[in-house]
């Protein structure tokens, strides 16, 4: 357990709520840094070959314009993809938009993956609890991916007992991040977190 506890601590979250084009948005964002090349950490992104063996199975076109599916979760359109430094997709609708951007941190590469939603569909920041801790599997996976672990099944893992515990944890932090950037009350982020335990912890909610 203490493993996947560093790696969640090696993370940095950040909620916030901003308007830039007119549409409050509430923004979830993870930064983690990565022990690998900008071009070898884009492959893992964007090779469905590499994807499948840390993420998901992901069929479709992965060029701008493209539709594609990740296999037990969403769908989407690839709208901007500029190698090896951004990437800008649609995540399960049309204002749901992820973008993945790279760049060069002491030898190694520094990660931001940003996933931004109007406000109304969220209702505050406290929406942020509803990805953050699907994206921070995400981030852990892609670090054991890059060091050369081998998972057989990494969405499986998300819902061993392990990975509900690191859930949990991670649940804990987003909601930390809510109440710094101010984006939420505290019972928007009470309700908040019960939903997302329900969601990613679904054995420790129940006690099973």
């Known amino acids: ?9 090696a993370a940095e979250r950040v909620v916030s709520r901003r308007e ?21 950490v884009w492959s893992a992104l964007t090779d469905p070959e590499r994807l499948a063996r840390w993420f998901a199975p992901v069929t479709g076109d ?34 749901s938009i992820v973008e993945v951007r790279l760049s060069e941190r002491g030898g190694g590469t520094l990660l931001e993956l940003e996933h931004t939603v109007p406000v109304e ?21 892609l670090a054991g991916f890059l060091r050369g672990d081998v998972v057989d099944d990494p969405a499986a893992w998300e819902n061993t007992l392990a990975g509900q515990q690191a859930a949990a944890r991670s649940i ?17 982020v009470d ?11 679904p054995d420790l909610v129940s006690g099973a």
């Open 20 to 40: 830039p084009d007119g549409t409050e948005l509430v923004s979830a964002l993870v930064r983690r840094s990565y022990d690998a090349a900008v071009p070898d």
């Open 172 to 188: 804990d932090a987003w909601a930390e991040a809510v109440r710094a950037g101010g984006t939420a009350t505290e019972e928007e």
């Open 121 to 141: 569909f969220v209702g505050s920041g406290a929406g942020a609890l509803y990805v953050g801790p699907g994206w921070d599997v995400a981030v852990l996976g």
């Open 191 to 201: 309700a908040g977190i019960a939903a997302a335990r329900a969601q990613f912890t």
């Open 1 to 9: 357990m203490r493993n996947v506890l560093d790696e969640l601590a």
């Open 62 to 95: 992965l060029r701008p314009g493209g539709a594609f599916a990740v296999e037990g979760n969403a769908e989407g359109e690839v709208q901007g993809c500029e190698p090896p430094r951004r990437l800008t997709v649609t995540w399960g609708g049309p204002v």
